[in-house]
């Protein structure tokens, strides 16, 4: 029965350790940023959310206008959160570059663009059983810029499921992003 286990426990181990990333090279390369410093910014200005609860996909107007109330003014909030947890998630992980919060002192610019965002369904919250996009999810790009703007390697993120359950929306977008934000991280640490 022992060996029946930690056989289960390796096979697990080994299937996630080789768990394909979802992060691609669109164009150019990552090794750009080897040595270099890194100005981070937030686009999300043509996003799509998708809301769980209807499988609707709309703007974050109209997702923000559903939702009413406090989504209206907490939603530039939450980009900032959103914002912090990236720097914060690639300032830990950079082995091979450098983040800066100043963007005259940066060699470049990585703009993180959402092209669909989900918060998650409000059912998931204690149902282990629902499919993973009913916890959220981040698609969207990475784009690696000079500061003249010229892009120098794009990085599609095809998706990126949360791996669990906060107790905020806030919170929830900040996993999401911090999530998609480790897999960024291990690209470009790896240049390739």
Do not use: H
């Not at 963007?103 to 919250?125: E, H, M, Q, W």
């Not at 000079?146 to 990085?155: A, D, F, K, M, R």
């Amino acid at each position: 029965m022992k060996k029946y286990i930690l056989s289960l426990i390796v096979l697990t181990i080994s299937v996630v350790s080789f768990a394909k990333s979802p992060i691609r090279v669109v164009s150019g390369s990552p090794s750009v940023v080897k040595g270099k410093t890194v100005f981070v910014e937030f686009d999300n200005k043509d996003a799509v959310i998708v809301d769980e609860d209807t499988k609707k996909s709309m703007t974050i107007e109209e997702f923000c206008q559903m939702k009413g109330g406090e989504w209206v003014q907490d939603m530039g909030k939450d980009d900032v959160e959103a914002l912090e947890e990236i720097n914060e998630t690639l300032s830990n992980k950079a082995k091979s570059f450098n983040v800066t919060y100043n963007k005259s002192t940066a060699d470049y610019i990585l703009v993180v663009r959402t092209d669909t965002f989900s918060y998650g369904n409000p059912l998931a919250f204690g149902a282990a059983f629902l499919p993973k996009d009913a916890l959220g999810f981040f698609i969207g790009k990475f784009i690696i810029k000079t500061p003249s703007g010229e892009t120098v390697c794009e990085l599609a993120c095809e998706k990126v499921n949360a791996d669990g359950i906060t107790y905020t929306w806030t919170k929830q977008k900040r996993r999401i992003y911090m999530l998609a934000t480790k897999e960024l991280a291990s690209v470009l640490n790896k240049g390739k």
